[in-house]
Protein backbone atom coordinates (compact mmCIF):
# COMPACT_ATOMS: atom_id res chain seq x y z
CA UNK A 1 0.00 0.00 0.00
CA UNK A 2 1.25 3.11 -1.00
CA UNK A 3 0.52 6.15 0.83
CA UNK A 4 1.04 9.76 -1.38
CA UNK A 5 1.26 13.26 0.17
CA UNK A 6 2.50 16.99 -1.55
CA UNK A 7 2.29 20.01 -0.21
CA UNK A 8 3.72 23.30 -2.08
CA UNK A 9 5.02 26.13 0.79
CA UNK A 10 6.53 29.38 -0.23
CA UNK A 11 8.12 28.00 -3.43
CA UNK A 12 9.17 24.92 -1.96
CA UNK A 13 7.48 21.80 -1.17
CA UNK A 14 7.09 19.30 0.93
CA UNK A 15 6.62 15.48 -0.35
CA UNK A 16 5.63 12.19 1.89
CA UNK A 17 5.35 8.65 0.41
CA UNK A 18 4.88 5.20 2.39
CA UNK A 19 5.81 2.32 0.82
CA UNK A 20 6.47 -1.22 1.77
CA UNK A 21 7.03 0.12 5.36
CA UNK A 22 9.25 3.02 5.05
CA UNK A 23 8.25 6.49 4.58
CA UNK A 24 10.40 8.79 2.55
CA UNK A 25 10.05 13.16 3.82
CA UNK A 26 11.69 15.28 0.92
CA UNK A 27 11.77 18.84 1.30
CA UNK A 28 12.91 21.59 -1.18
CA UNK A 29 13.02 25.06 -1.70
CA UNK A 30 14.62 26.34 -5.19
CA UNK A 31 16.83 28.52 -2.79
CA UNK A 32 19.54 26.04 -1.73
CA UNK A 33 16.56 24.15 0.11
CA UNK A 34 16.80 26.90 2.76
CA UNK A 35 13.85 26.44 5.86
CA UNK A 36 10.82 29.12 5.50
CA UNK A 37 8.83 29.10 8.50
CA UNK A 38 5.86 27.81 6.30
CA UNK A 39 8.35 25.05 5.10
CA UNK A 40 9.38 24.35 8.49
CA UNK A 41 5.72 24.25 10.04
CA UNK A 42 4.81 21.25 7.03
CA UNK A 43 8.00 19.18 7.65
CA UNK A 44 7.20 19.06 11.58
CA UNK A 45 3.69 18.37 10.60
CA UNK A 46 5.01 15.35 8.17
CA UNK A 47 7.21 13.99 10.47
CA UNK A 48 4.86 14.21 13.24
CA UNK A 49 2.24 11.74 11.03
CA UNK A 50 4.50 9.73 10.11
CA UNK A 51 5.42 8.51 13.41
CA UNK A 52 1.91 8.07 13.90
CA UNK A 53 1.56 5.71 10.58
CA UNK A 54 0.65 2.38 11.29
CA UNK A 55 2.03 1.22 7.75
CA UNK A 56 5.51 2.92 8.29
CA UNK A 57 8.56 1.26 10.19
CA UNK A 58 10.99 3.68 9.42
CA UNK A 59 11.74 7.05 8.04
CA UNK A 60 14.07 8.20 5.33
CA UNK A 61 14.37 12.40 5.65
CA UNK A 62 16.04 13.39 2.77
CA UNK A 63 16.38 17.03 0.27
CA UNK A 64 15.66 17.75 -3.40
CA UNK A 65 18.75 18.42 -5.44
CA UNK A 66 22.03 17.90 -6.23
CA UNK A 67 23.50 21.04 -4.58
CA UNK A 68 22.86 21.38 -0.94
CA UNK A 69 21.05 19.42 1.50
CA UNK A 70 20.22 22.44 3.71
CA UNK A 71 21.18 26.40 3.23
CA UNK A 72 19.57 26.79 7.05
CA UNK A 73 16.94 29.67 7.73
CA UNK A 74 15.57 31.54 4.77
CA UNK A 75 17.36 34.99 4.42
CA UNK A 76 13.93 36.10 2.19
CA UNK A 77 11.94 35.76 5.83
CA UNK A 78 14.62 36.91 8.31
CA UNK A 79 14.39 40.29 6.76
CA UNK A 80 10.96 39.97 6.97
CA UNK A 81 11.00 40.28 10.58
CA UNK A 82 9.71 43.32 12.14
CA UNK A 83 9.24 42.53 15.94
CA UNK A 84 10.08 40.45 18.44
CA UNK A 85 7.19 38.01 18.53
CA UNK A 86 7.21 37.33 14.71
CA UNK A 87 10.70 36.80 15.28
CA UNK A 88 10.19 33.74 18.31
CA UNK A 89 7.22 32.37 15.87
CA UNK A 90 10.10 32.00 13.01
CA UNK A 91 12.62 30.21 15.41
CA UNK A 92 10.28 28.65 17.09
CA UNK A 93 9.56 26.50 13.69
CA UNK A 94 13.05 24.94 14.24
CA UNK A 95 12.47 24.12 17.58
CA UNK A 96 8.94 22.25 16.94
CA UNK A 97 11.19 20.32 13.93
CA UNK A 98 13.66 18.98 16.44
CA UNK A 99 10.68 18.02 19.07
CA UNK A 100 8.61 16.06 16.38
CA UNK A 101 11.99 14.56 15.29
CA UNK A 102 13.39 13.18 18.28
CA UNK A 103 9.64 12.51 19.71
CA UNK A 104 9.01 10.22 16.52
CA UNK A 105 8.79 6.53 17.62
CA UNK A 106 10.39 5.83 14.63
CA UNK A 107 14.20 5.65 13.39
CA UNK A 108 14.75 8.40 11.16
CA UNK A 109 17.55 8.30 8.67
CA UNK A 110 18.93 11.34 6.82
CA UNK A 111 20.24 11.28 3.77
CA UNK A 112 22.92 13.66 3.24
CA UNK A 113 23.89 14.54 -0.28
CA UNK A 114 25.62 18.02 -0.21
CA UNK A 115 26.35 20.65 2.16
CA UNK A 116 24.40 21.25 5.55
CA UNK A 117 24.38 24.86 7.07
CA UNK A 118 22.64 26.41 10.56
CA UNK A 119 19.45 24.30 10.54
CA UNK A 120 20.54 21.49 8.40
CA UNK A 121 23.15 20.65 10.95
CA UNK A 122 20.49 20.32 13.33
CA UNK A 123 18.14 18.24 11.14
CA UNK A 124 21.11 15.78 10.75
CA UNK A 125 21.76 16.05 14.59
CA UNK A 126 18.60 15.51 15.66
CA UNK A 127 18.26 12.23 13.20
CA UNK A 128 18.76 8.89 14.62
CA UNK A 129 21.09 8.01 11.97
CA UNK A 130 22.33 10.16 9.15
CA UNK A 131 24.18 8.71 6.17
CA UNK A 132 26.46 11.26 3.94
CA UNK A 133 28.83 11.70 1.28
CA UNK A 134 32.44 13.51 1.13
CA UNK A 135 30.67 16.43 -0.33
CA UNK A 136 28.22 16.76 3.27
CA UNK A 137 30.28 19.80 4.52
CA UNK A 138 28.88 21.12 7.79
CA UNK A 139 29.12 24.75 9.21
CA UNK A 140 27.30 27.27 11.87
CA UNK A 141 26.81 30.20 10.63
CA UNK A 142 24.52 32.00 12.61
CA UNK A 143 27.41 34.48 14.19
CA UNK A 144 28.28 35.92 10.95
CA UNK A 145 25.11 37.92 10.72
CA UNK A 146 24.92 38.06 14.42
CA UNK A 147 23.03 35.83 15.89
CA UNK A 148 23.91 32.15 17.61
CA UNK A 149 22.95 28.28 16.64
CA UNK A 150 20.91 28.74 19.84
CA UNK A 151 17.69 26.06 18.85
CA UNK A 152 19.64 23.85 16.23
CA UNK A 153 22.83 24.03 18.85
CA UNK A 154 20.95 22.18 21.30
CA UNK A 155 20.50 18.38 19.75
CA UNK A 156 24.12 19.56 17.77
CA UNK A 157 25.88 19.79 21.35
CA UNK A 158 23.86 16.86 22.39
CA UNK A 159 25.79 14.87 19.83
CA UNK A 160 29.35 16.27 19.64
CA UNK A 161 29.96 17.23 23.38
CA UNK A 162 30.29 20.98 24.22
CA UNK A 163 34.14 20.55 23.50
CA UNK A 164 33.58 20.27 19.65
CA UNK A 165 30.36 22.48 19.58
CA UNK A 166 31.75 25.69 20.99
CA UNK A 167 34.45 26.11 18.52
CA UNK A 168 32.22 25.07 15.87
CA UNK A 169 29.11 27.52 17.03
CA UNK A 170 32.01 30.43 17.44
CA UNK A 171 34.24 30.50 14.46
CA UNK A 172 31.51 29.63 11.32
CA UNK A 173 34.05 27.86 9.60
CA UNK A 174 33.52 24.77 7.46
CA UNK A 175 33.84 21.26 8.91
CA UNK A 176 34.14 18.38 6.59
CA UNK A 177 32.31 15.15 6.52
CA UNK A 178 35.13 13.11 8.05
CA UNK A 179 34.59 15.61 11.26
CA UNK A 180 31.20 15.18 11.50
CA UNK A 181 31.30 11.25 11.27
CA UNK A 182 34.38 11.36 13.79
CA UNK A 183 32.22 13.28 16.17
CA UNK A 184 28.98 11.69 15.37
CA UNK A 185 26.77 13.71 13.21
CA UNK A 186 27.12 11.33 10.45
CA UNK A 187 27.18 7.65 11.04
CA UNK A 188 28.35 6.63 7.57
CA UNK A 189 30.32 9.03 5.28
CA UNK A 190 30.68 7.68 1.55
CA UNK A 191 32.84 8.60 -1.47
CA UNK A 192 29.65 10.06 -3.81
CA UNK A 193 26.11 9.78 -3.91
CA UNK A 194 25.96 6.52 -5.56
CA UNK A 195 27.88 5.00 -3.13
CA UNK A 196 25.73 6.44 -0.64
CA UNK A 197 22.01 5.42 -2.06
CA UNK A 198 23.42 1.92 -1.63
CA UNK A 199 24.17 2.50 1.93
CA UNK A 200 21.01 4.12 2.38
CA UNK A 201 18.81 1.57 1.11
CA UNK A 202 21.09 -1.44 2.98
CA UNK A 203 20.02 0.92 6.54
CA UNK A 204 16.52 1.60 5.12
CA UNK A 205 15.87 -2.25 4.37
CA UNK A 206 17.08 -3.48 8.14
CA UNK A 207 15.05 -1.56 9.56
CA UNK A 208 12.44 -1.81 8.23
CA UNK A 209 12.50 -5.53 8.92
CA UNK A 210 13.26 -5.06 12.57
CA UNK A 211 11.27 -5.25 15.22
CA UNK A 212 9.12 -1.65 15.56
CA UNK A 213 9.16 -2.16 19.78
CA UNK A 214 12.43 -2.21 19.91
CA UNK A 215 12.98 0.61 17.74
CA UNK A 216 11.29 2.59 19.91
CA UNK A 217 12.26 1.39 22.87
CA UNK A 218 16.16 2.14 21.64
CA UNK A 219 14.93 5.82 19.94
CA UNK A 220 13.68 6.27 23.70
CA UNK A 221 17.10 5.56 25.16
CA UNK A 222 18.79 7.69 22.50
CA UNK A 223 16.86 10.83 23.66
CA UNK A 224 16.23 10.40 27.15
CA UNK A 225 17.34 13.34 29.16
CA UNK A 226 15.58 15.81 27.00
CA UNK A 227 11.88 16.10 28.63
CA UNK A 228 12.55 19.68 29.21
CA UNK A 229 13.68 20.83 25.22
CA UNK A 230 9.79 22.04 24.60
CA UNK A 231 10.88 24.97 27.53
CA UNK A 232 14.66 25.13 26.53
CA UNK A 233 14.01 25.76 22.80
CA UNK A 234 11.09 27.96 23.59
CA UNK A 235 13.38 30.16 25.57
CA UNK A 236 16.10 30.14 22.92
CA UNK A 237 13.19 30.90 20.17
CA UNK A 238 12.67 34.04 22.62
CA UNK A 239 16.36 34.54 22.45
CA UNK A 240 17.10 34.19 18.54
CA UNK A 241 14.13 36.83 17.84
CA UNK A 242 15.16 39.33 19.66
CA UNK A 243 18.41 39.14 18.11
CA UNK A 244 16.99 39.09 15.18
CA UNK A 245 15.95 42.86 15.23
CA UNK A 246 19.75 44.16 16.45
CA UNK A 247 21.31 46.50 14.08
CA UNK A 248 23.98 43.77 13.62
CA UNK A 249 21.54 41.45 11.92
CA UNK A 250 19.63 43.74 10.06
CA UNK A 251 22.74 45.14 8.15
CA UNK A 252 23.85 41.62 7.66
CA UNK A 253 20.61 40.39 6.05
CA UNK A 254 19.90 43.25 4.45
CA UNK A 255 16.65 44.40 6.55
CA UNK A 256 15.39 47.88 5.96
CA UNK A 257 15.64 49.20 9.33
CA UNK A 258 12.20 50.03 10.84
Known sequence: MTNVETHSIEGGRVHSETL??????????????????????ELARTVAAAGKNKQSQVILLRSEGTGAFCAGASFDELQ?????????????GFANLIVAM??????IVTRVHGKAVGGGVGIVAASDYAIATEGAALRLSE????????????????????????????????????????HGLYAEVHPDVESMD????????????????A??????????????????????????????????????VGRKPT
Open 143 to 182: LAVGLGPFIVGVPIERKIGTGAFAPMAADADWRTAQWGEQ
Open 198 to 213: IAVGKRIEFFAASNPE
Open 102 to 107: IRCPKF
Open 215 to 252: MAELKSVFWEGTEDWPELLQKRAEMSGTLVLSDFTTKA
Open 80 to 92: RITDAVHGKRFFM
Open 20 to 41: NGVTTITFGHPKSNSLPAALLL
